[in-house]
């Protein structure tokens, strides 16, 4: 236990955001003795929705390093019986025609693991006192300073102060908001349409894999697995040209986010593939849509008036490519706790300066903000690919799809990043700097 001098307070962090990011980053500094965390989140309750969400073996070892064993067993998350991170079949044959494999990866809670979004949250919560998140606080407006710290707005009226700001409110946040301005989100053309039922609903289907496996076809892939707690859950797709006044009334504004959809769409887009595909699209008891695929661009920073900063999908907003969205939310904010325990030990005897706060946040941004800077860049050119193949009206030919299956997804840099490792580096490079 550290020993902070009687004229000095605790760091007082406040978070904005209870997704992934927040609450990870929330049981983190709360390790620390002398930080004390607050949470804002603008929902009513703390009831989650969403369908399914996938940690890689980069997310599953940062919450075990956090001694978050339990969040992260087969209790919780689902892990197929072979320790392959992704099976891609043909879409009309049913063959696997490619995998990913892990590279380094040898532990079974490191293996790739799919969650119910709310049982991951759940497990997340119980490692946070209720007192210390305030619910229906959704964040309108911040100002900070280095000399004058931060100050928020809620819509409610209230206000609130605080040492240091984390936005970790998601896609559209509104920490962003405040401090960046003419930010915009694009959208990517694609809509998922996922439903989540009872697992036994699939036993009298001949064939469904236990991997957890994706079917890729010459213009959508379909996803299915089961989940912890005897749950299953399928996801289909669409792309369409993002600029199609059609898409757009359809999908993009007509769909929101966890809307019910009619079943007809996933039914009909899956008639011709294979017959468990068909079987399980025709399983399905209800889909809901999830136009969550918004991209923006790099952020050329992540400080703000020397004491805010973003994370998970508030820093980078990649539209859920390549399910790694849950996973770069909490190594994001296990670099920002290791940046700020960097910069302020539990055996400090002072709160961290102002300087020391800027240095924290900097030493985090450099750990993480090239990473994004570089998924960003594939996630717009993938974008650009698709649409300009919609447009063109082109398809894949069967040997394409293939070939590419064969390749695998090429992401073992995104889902096996160390981000300890990273860290390391950015610390090293700043002690260089400061000599
Ligand atoms: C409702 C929901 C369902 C999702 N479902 C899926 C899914 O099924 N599969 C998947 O792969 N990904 C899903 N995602 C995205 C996924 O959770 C994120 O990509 C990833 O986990 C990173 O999380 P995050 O904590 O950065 O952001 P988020 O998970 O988006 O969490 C942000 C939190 O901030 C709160 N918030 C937003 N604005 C404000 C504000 N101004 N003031 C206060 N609070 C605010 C939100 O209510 C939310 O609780 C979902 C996101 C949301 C919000």
Redesign the pocket.
Known sequence: MGSLGIESSPLQVAI????????TAAIALRKHPHINVVL????TELK???????LGPNGLRTLQRLGLEDCISDQVGYRGPNPISRFYRHWKTNEIIGEDYYENVNEHLHYTARFH?GHLQQALLKHIPRDTIHLK????AATASSRDGVKME?QDGSTATADLLIG????????RTAFVKGFELEWSGHTAF?GIFDAKLVDSIEGVPLDSTHWWGPDTNFFATRLARGLFTVQGGIYADPQDPVAIAKFRDGGS??KQADIQLLREKYVDWNPVVKALANTCPDIRY?P?YFCGSSLPTWIFGDRVTL????AHAHG?AF?T??S??IDDAYALYLAVMSVFPETATQKPSSAEILKALKLYEDTRRPHAVRLLKVVHANNEMKTKKILAETQETDEELRARAKRGSGTTWLHEHDVVKSFKEALAASSKADT
């Open positions: 904005v955001g209870t997704g992934i990011a927040g609450l804002y989140e603008k929902a989650e929705i969403g369908a399914s969400i996938t979004r606080k959704k964040l309108v809620f970790a409110d998601g896609i559209n946040s509104g920490v996922r986010w966890d999830y969550n994370i998970g999908d508030a859920g399910a969205g849950g770069l939310a």
